[in-house]
């Protein structure tokens, strides 16, 4: 199947998958999100298919979201945490699926790009890689913690308690529902649209915990 973001080539049982927008660092749009929940959807039936290699064209693994692309639809909990579950969904794919995933990373590999990334069984990464978790930079929660003191108050209080509630998780999909839940709760605060904006006007943020 021909998808509008992704390239794909096959050579025999191996799947050659290129993340397809490098004028965008190969950010997560909805239609490259589309295009990846179908292809890991219908993956997880192909026999054909023996090993799948993910890549990004141009200077980039996967800039992570596509913070850019305008949503029109009204900014709420409910569609919020829909869109979440869609970036999340397509990690929950990846792993079910019983071919090894193998990620080739070059340059940034950041947000949603790093955990698809982490998704992937093996990564083979090349000097000009750079994986950074991203989200509690702009005022979201994480699964990391990086230059404290630049991130959100609520974001890095929600890092910690997750990062503790995980080493006790049931399963990889209790910790993404945990992760999913506080990502929705982050992005109701004006700390993250002040995140936002600080990102797109290449500026340090200035975030007040509200």
Not at 90 to 114: D, E, K, N
Not at 117 to 135: K, V
Not at 157 to 175: F, Y
């Amino acid at each position: 199947m021909a998808y509008a973001t992704l390239s794909i080539r096959k050579e025999g049982p191996v799947d050659w998958v290129t993340f397809n927008r490098p004028d965008s660092l190969n950010a997560l749009n909805r239609q490259m999100v589309d295009d990846l929940l179908d292809y890991f959807g219908q993956l997880y039936w192909d026999k054909s298919v023996r090993i799948v290699l993910l890549k990004g064209a141009g200077r980039a693994y996967c800039a992570g979201l596509d913070l850019k692309e305008r949503d029109n639809s009204p900014r709420s909990p409910s569609n919020g945490l829909t869109s979440q579950r869609r970036i999340s969904e397509i990690v929950m794919r990846m792993r079910r699926c019983p071919q090894p995933i193998v990620s080739l990373v070059h340059g940034p590999a950041c947000g949603g790009g790093f955990a698809l990334a982490l998704a992937s069984d093996i990564r083979i990464a090349g000097t000009s890689a750079r994986m950074n978790a991203a989200f509690i930079r702009i005022g979201l929660s994480a699964c990391d913690i990086d230059e404290m003191l630049t991130t959100s108050p609520l974001g890095l209080r929600l890092t910690k308690e997750c990062l503790n509630m995980s080493v006790d998780a049931g399963s990889l999909e209790a910790a993404v529902a945990m992760e999913d839940r506080n990502q929705i709760l982050c992005s109701q605060t004006a700390d993250f649209s002040e995140g936002i904006s600080a990102f797109l006007a290449k500026r340090q943020p200035h975030y007040q915990d509200r």
